[in-house]
């Protein structure tokens, strides 16, 4: 019988079940149709290899088993090729050690039978019992690839607060509606394919489930990763957040869930990753990190590697190099790229877990010697990369003659895959290498290096650089900028077999203004911004910022970004709500914030989820990792489907007036003294205040979340740094150093230089320190800074409490 087989899944310890359909031909016609789906059940039978060293075999004797012979590059303590016994026995007694190659039956029936992803298998017999139909493994033979069956999918909605499905059934990449279901009939309707919109769902025996939420956060840039968003409609049209309100999302939710399915591409998408990596279809999309193991396992099976099973902790080590920004505006600037650094690095250096030395020391970073690559053959890693490099490459050929959409995600596919595996090498997984993962990083800080000093020698200045990435101030015009960069990179690439270095773009302007935050223009007249445009900001907000640097690139005239400024003013209250939306994602389930107060979107999940409790409604409750999307009123967060009031004075000072002072502060000659009276600012809307996170090391403003990986900073630290700002600054406002304007000598308080006999002028500093204040309210929550500085009063001084008559004179006068 020749099966297509679609979902593997694991019933017991020693047993797995097959989903699919079998493949049928039709008359003499030889076209090939499928039957309803099925499941076959077989067991799999547990492979322990047993290392005896010296051992006598004849304690063998009762035992049944096979020798094998594997390479082994993982155990540093035994020999480099090890002759093992393969047998269904756990422990063995006299064994030197025992290994257990594979987690799961799932995964040895995959790995040992070479299942690539869906596709055809042959069974020789199948047996029937009253229950469920049985096969043996070694009746399953991998046959070949192929296109999916006719698939029924299911779309997961809420109607009436009951869970309903819409059918459909999809054959050549077309689909039709079939019908509306009960929930708790899709296995009835033998359902192959249930898709959901964040709607938490549980996985499901024999039924691949998708969720488009998660797949949207990896397969696009977005803000929400609402319907709306991944469909390209207006954010509030008829808005998912509706279901969270009254527990009816409707058939029309359901049908925009499909949609997004097909949008995305999950199903060709999945497919080609299962293909290149051999993993499971229902797993590759969460556990991406499992999907490149898969590709490894597969590869050092079919060499004869003794696969490594452990896992690791965590490895810390230094990744790639940022060098600081040279802030401002500049022109004619040059971007340079290393082509696939990373990837390009393994292969250049031969770089494997059989090229390193074993018995090199885990945790050091300066392993040169531990991960000098052989150049003799091309190890197993390099190899792997160069195929999914070349692959992809020919592809990319073939799109740009004609556009397929088959052949746009397995190009896809490749890329993902070829990245990920540096990835594995710094990971907590059992393929984890920090010597390798520290020595590859390392050797790109080195290459970045190398390529800044190559490009100083002939005169020109790097600007700025990011892992790969360098920016080179030119002094030629725009149209000799080719040649030139065609000049840098051949002289960087002569030192180097596969890593390569070319010419990225060309930027007419760009503002620099901090790591990992520029805006360009191009010699194309695109508008590239790196670390700008941000979900915490509303759309308008990121408009008017995008506005405001078009005209800086495009312009030298300042009076263009005031007209905008007078604009926004003026037309600010009449946008509509969808343009004040903002998102945040939940870092943790709402219920496990401990200072919910300071964080609108908590206090907003926290209200919903009691509303869906509180009524019964079959919604799912906002979670960890979640985004939810609010506006922010005078009373707190609200839904955008709320009909509460704008916030407006808070959107103008915290999200546009802020990122706008940001903006414009690096550069030279910006009247922001004409914006202040505009707005009626007395006091500095941005504050100089910085933290550095102590999670990620990452320098901002606000003390809320983490601006890189969103964890809440937690509140003891802020104390903390507010309390050490604190004491800096009043040892400068208490400074007794003074120095002499006539004869430079230094002296304490006094008024007459000790030296001279001139008069000193002391200065004070009460503005910058009542300034500082300011910014401290701004940057830490205003209730701890009160409450540290009621510490001391003595900066304040009543003096009605001493001269209360001569006061109350001088009024009455």
Same mark, same amino acid.
């Given at each position: 019988?020749?099966?297509?087989?679609?979902?593997?899944?694991?019933?017991?310890?020693?047993?797995?079940?097959?989903?699919?359909?079998?493949?049928?031909?039709?008359?003499?016609?030889?076209?090939?149709?499928?039957?309803?789906?099925?499941?076959?059940?077989?067991?799999?039978?547990?492979?322990?290899?047993?290392?005896?060293?010296?051992?006598?075999?004849?304690?063998?004797?009762?035992?049944?088993?096979?020798?094998?012979?594997?390479?082994?590059?993982?155990?540093?303590?035994?020999?480099?090729?090890?002759?093992?016994?393969?047998?269904?026995?756990?422990?063995?007694?006299?064994?030197?050690?025992?290994?257990?190659?594979?987690?799961?039956?799932?995964?040895?029936?995959?790995?040992?039978?070479?299942?690539?992803?869906?596709?055809?298998?042959?069974?020789?017999?199948?047996?029937?019992?009253?229950?469920?139909?049985?096969?043996?493994?070694?009746?399953?033979?991998?046959?070949?690839?192929?296109?999916?069956?006719?698939?029924?999918?299911?779309?997961?909605?809420?109607?009436?607060?009951?869970?309903?499905?819409?059918?459909?059934?999809?054959?050549?990449?077309?689909?039709?509606?079939?019908?509306?279901?009960?929930?708790?009939?899709?296995?009835?309707?033998?359902?192959?394919?249930?898709?959901?919109?964040?709607?938490?769902?549980?996985?499901?025996?024999?039924?691949?489930?998708?969720?488009?939420?998660?797949?949207?956060?990896?397969?696009?840039?977005?803000?929400?990763?609402?319907?709306?968003?991944?469909?390209?409609?207006?954010?509030?049209?008829?808005?998912?957040?509706?279901?969270?309100?009254?527990?009816?999302?409707?058939?029309?939710?359901?049908?925009?869930?499909?949609?997004?399915?097909?949008?995305?591409?999950?199903?060709?998408?999945?497919?080609?990753?299962?293909?290149?990596?051999?993993?499971?279809?229902?797993?590759?999309?969460?556990?991406?990190?499992?999907?490149?193991?898969?590709?490894?396992?597969?590869?050092?099976? *079919?060499?004869?590697?003794?696969?490594?099973?452990?896992?690791?902790?965590?490895?810390?080590?230094?990744?790639?190099?940022?060098?600081?920004?040279?802030?401002?505006?500049?022109?004619?600037?040059?971007?340079?790229?290393?082509?696939?650094?990373?990837?390009?690095?393994?292969?250049?250096?031969?770089?494997?877990?059989?090229?390193?030395?074993?018995?090199?020391?885990?945790?050091?970073?300066?392993?040169?010697?531990?991960?000098?690559?052989?150049?003799?053959?091309?190890?197993?890693?390099?190899?792997?990369?160069?195929?999914?490099?070349?692959?992809?490459?020919?592809?990319?050929?073939?799109?740009?003659?004609?556009?397929?959409?088959?052949?746009?995600?397995?190009?896809?596919?490749?890329?993902?895959?070829?990245?990920?595996?540096?990835?594995?090498?710094?990971?907590?997984?059992?393929?984890?290498?920090?010597?390798?993962?520290?020595?590859?990083?390392?050797?790109?800080? &080195?290459?970045?290096?190398?390529?800044?000093? &190559?490009?100083?020698?002939?005169?020109?200045?790097?600007?700025?650089?990011?892992?790969?990435?360098?920016?080179?101030?030119?002094?030629?015009?725009?149209?000799?900028?080719?040649?030139?960069?065609?000049?840098?990179?051949?002289?960087?690439?002569?030192?180097?077999?596969?890593?390569?270095?070319?010419?990225?773009?060309?930027?007419?302007?760009?503002?620099?203004?901090?790591?990992?935050?520029?805006?360009?223009?191009?010699?194309?007249?695109?508008?590239?911004?790196?670390?700008?445009?941000?979900?915490?900001?509303?759309?308008?907000?990121?408009?008017?910022?995008?506005?405001?640097?078009?005209?800086?690139?495009?312009?030298?005239?300042?009076?263009?970004?005031?007209?905008?400024?007078?604009?926004?003013?003026?037309?600010?209250?009449?946008?509509?709500?969808?343009?004040?939306?903002?998102?945040?994602?939940?870092?943790?389930?709402?219920?496990?914030?401990?200072?919910?107060?300071?964080?609108?979107?908590?206090?907003?999940?926290?209200?919903?989820?009691?509303?869906?409790?509180?009524?019964?409604?079959?919604?799912?409750?906002?979670?960890?990792?979640?985004?939810?999307?609010?506006?922010?009123?005078?009373?707190?967060?609200?839904?955008?489907?709320?009909?509460?009031?704008?916030?407006?004075?808070?959107?103008?000072?915290? *999200?546009?007036?802020?990122?706008?002072?940001?903006?414009?502060?690096?550069?030279?000659?910006?009247?922001?003294?004409?914006?202040?009276?505009?707005?009626?600012?007395?006091?500095?809307?941005?504050?100089?205040?910085?933290?550095?996170?102590?999670?990620?090391?990452?320098?901002?403003?606000?003390?809320?979340?983490?601006?890189?990986?969103?964890?809440?900073?937690?509140?003891?630290?802020?104390?903390?740094?507010?309390?050490?700002?604190?004491?800096?600054?009043?040892?400068?406002?208490?400074?007794?150093?003074?120095?002499?304007?006539?004869?430079?000598?230094?002296?304490?308080?006094?008024?007459?230089?000790?030296?001279?006999?001139?008069?000193?002028?002391?200065?004070?500093?009460?503005?910058?320190?009542?300034?500082?204040?300011?910014?401290?309210?701004?940057?830490?929550?205003?209730?701890?800074?009160?409450?540290?500085?009621?510490?001391?009063?003595?900066?304040?001084?009543?003096?009605?409490?001493?001269?209360?008559?001569?006061? &109350?004179?001088?009024?009455?006068?």
């Amino acid at each position: 019988m020749l099966f297509y087989v679609l979902l593997i899944e694991q019933v017991s310890d020693t047993k797995i079940r097959i989903y699919g359909k079998e493949r049928l031909r039709v008359g003499d016609s030889g076209r090939m149709t499928y039957g309803e789906k099925m499941a076959i059940t077989l067991t799999v039978k547990p492979e322990h290899l047993h290392y005896m060293g010296l051992m006598d075999k004849d304690v063998l004797s009762n035992v049944d088993y096979e020798t094998v012979v594997k390479k082994n590059y993982f155990y540093a303590d035994l020999p480099a090729n090890l002759e093992l016994i393969k047998c269904n026995k756990k422990n063995l007694k006299g064994a030197v050690r025992s290994f257990t190659e594979f987690s799961s039956p799932a995964e040895q029936f995959i790995i040992t039978k070479r299942i690539r992803g869906p596709g055809i298998v042959e069974i020789s017999e199948i047996y029937e019992t009253n229950t469920e139909l049985i096969t043996k493994e070694e009746d399953i033979k991998f046959m070949e690839h192929a296109e999916y069956p006719p698939l029924i999918i299911g779309a997961l909605f809420v109607a009436d607060t009951l869970l309903k499905v819409n059918l459909y059934r999809m054959e050549d990449r077309k689909h039709v509606f079939l019908k509306v279901i009960n929930f708790t009939d899709i296995r009835s309707e033998s359902v192959d394919v249930l898709v959901h919109h964040n709607m938490h769902l549980k996985s499901i025996s024999g039924v691949w489930v998708i969720d488009t939420f998660e797949c949207a956060k990896q397969l696009m840039r977005g803000r929400s990763f609402c319907l709306n968003e991944i469909l390209g409609r207006n954010l509030l049209e008829n808005s998912a957040s509706d279901g969270y309100q009254n527990g009816n999302c409707g058939k029309k939710y359901a049908e925009d869930t499909f949609c997004a399915l097909i949008k995305l591409g999950v199903l060709d998408l999945c497919k080609e990753l299962c293909e290149i990596t051999g993993h499971q279809l229902d797993r590759t999309i969460t556990f991406r990190a499992e999907r490149t193991e898969y590709l490894l396992m597969h590869s050092m099976y *079919q060499k004869k590697w003794l696969i490594c099973r452990e896992r690791k902790g965590n490895n810390h080590y230094t990744g790639g190099l940022v060098l600081e920004p040279r802030t401002g505006l500049f022109e004619n600037i040059i971007l340079i790229d290393f082509n696939s650094l990373y990837p390009s690095i393994i292969i250049e250096e031969n770089l494997c877990f059989s090229t390193i030395n074993r018995k090199a020391r885990a945790g050091k970073e300066n392993v040169d010697g531990a991960c000098a690559g052989n150049t003799e053959e091309m190890a197993l890693l390099p190899a792997i990369l160069s195929t999914l490099i070349t692959r992809r490459k020919k592809l990319k050929q073939e799109l740009v003659k004609k556009y397929s959409s088959t052949y746009d995600a397995r190009q896809k596919a490749l890329k993902i895959t070829a990245n990920a595996i540096y990835g594995c090498l710094g990971s907590t997984g059992r393929f984890s290498n920090l010597e390798m993962a520290a020595f590859i990083t390392g050797r790109g800080r &080195e290459l970045l290096m190398k390529a800044k000093s &190559e490009i100083e020698k002939i005169g020109l200045t790097v600007l700025y650089g990011d892992t790969d990435s360098l920016m080179i101030k030119s002094d030629c015009s725009v149209e000799e900028i080719p040649s030139l960069a065609q000049k840098i990179c051949a002289s960087i690439n002569n030192h180097y077999k596969f890593i390569s270095i070319e010419m990225e773009d060309i930027f007419e302007r760009i503002i620099l203004y901090t790591k990992k935050k520029y805006a360009g223009i191009t010699v194309k007249k695109e508008i590239i911004l790196k670390g700008i445009e941000r979900r915490d900001y509303c759309m308008l907000s990121n408009q008017f910022i995008y506005d405001v640097i078009w005209i800086l690139l495009t312009s030298s005239d300042h009076n263009l970004v005031m007209k905008r400024l007078i604009e926004l003013k003026t037309n600010l209250k009449t946008y509509g709500k969808e343009n004040f939306v903002l998102e945040r994602m939940l870092n943790k389930d709402p219920e496990k914030y401990t200072t919910p107060e300071g964080s609108p979107q908590v206090q907003l999940a926290l209200r919903i989820n009691e509303h869906i409790t509180k009524n019964n409604l079959k919604m799912p409750l906002y979670k960890k990792n979640d985004i939810i999307s609010y506006v922010m009123g005078h009373d707190g967060a609200f839904l955008p489907t709320e009909s509460l009031e704008i916030n407006y004075e808070y959107y103008l000072e915290q *999200q546009f007036l802020t990122p706008f002072f940001r903006l414009v502060g690096v550069l030279k000659n910006f009247n922001v003294d004409a914006v202040r009276r505009l707005f009626n600012i007395q006091k500095r809307v941005v504050s100089s205040l910085r933290i550095t996170t102590p999670c990620c090391n990452t320098p901002q403003s606000q003390t809320a979340f983490c601006n890189t990986c969103n964890a809440e900073i937690d509140k003891n630290f802020l104390r903390n740094q507010a309390i050490d700002n604190l004491r800096a600054e009043i040892e400068l406002l208490y400074e007794r150093k003074v120095m002499c304007p006539n004869c430079d000598n230094e002296q304490g308080l006094f008024l007459n230089c000790f030296n001279c006999g001139s008069n000193i002028p002391r200065k004070t500093r009460n503005k910058e320190f009542d300034d500082f204040l300011d910014d401290c309210r701004g940057t830490f929550p205003s209730f701890e800074i009160d409450e540290i500085t009621k510490m001391s009063e003595y900066r304040t001084v009543n003096l009605f409490l001493y001269f209360r008559e001569e006061i &109350e004179r001088s009024f009455t006068k």
